[in-house]
């Protein structure tokens, strides 16, 4: 069992940068694949970055490919996503989630921070 509390979320001009948190607590989080999650109101709930166990990057949404960069530190069970160069259609909640390394679906997630990219 593993608990996310997402963190960082808050109101940024267009082009400007936010850096998100999710926290874990519970056992074995080294051994779980870790991702961020999108969804603005109105549309389904996206994908936008993934890491292994290890640290290897598994992937990125080609909407955030070059802006946004997903990390992990399993010493402090943690995992971040930094956002830069952020646009309107970014606005969302973002979510972090967990899957273990031999499932396909995310099995944990945390409670959503809010991102809003506006003037």
């Known amino acids: 069992q593993v608990q996310l509390v997402a963190s960082g979320g808050g109101l940024v001009q267009p082009g400007g940068s936010l850096r998100l948190s999710c926290a874990a607590s519970?056992?074995?989080?080294?051994?779980?694949?870790m991702g961020w999650f999108r969804q603005a109101p109105g549309k389904e709930r996206e994908s936008v970055a993934a890491i292994s166990w290890s640290g290897g990057i598994i992937g990125y949404a080609d909407s955030v490919k070059g802006r946004f960069t997903i990390s992990r530190d399993n010493a402090r069970n943690t995992i971040a996503l930094q956002m830069n160069n952020l646009r309107p259609e970014d606005t969302a909640v973002y979510y972090c989630?967990?899957?273990?390394?031999?499932?396909?679906?995310?099995?944990?997630w945390g409670q959503g921070t809010q991102v809003t990219v506006s003037s």
């Open positions: 989630a967990a899957r273990g390394k031999d499932r396909a679906m995310y099995e944990y």
């Open positions: 519970g056992r074995a989080f080294s051994s779980y694949t």
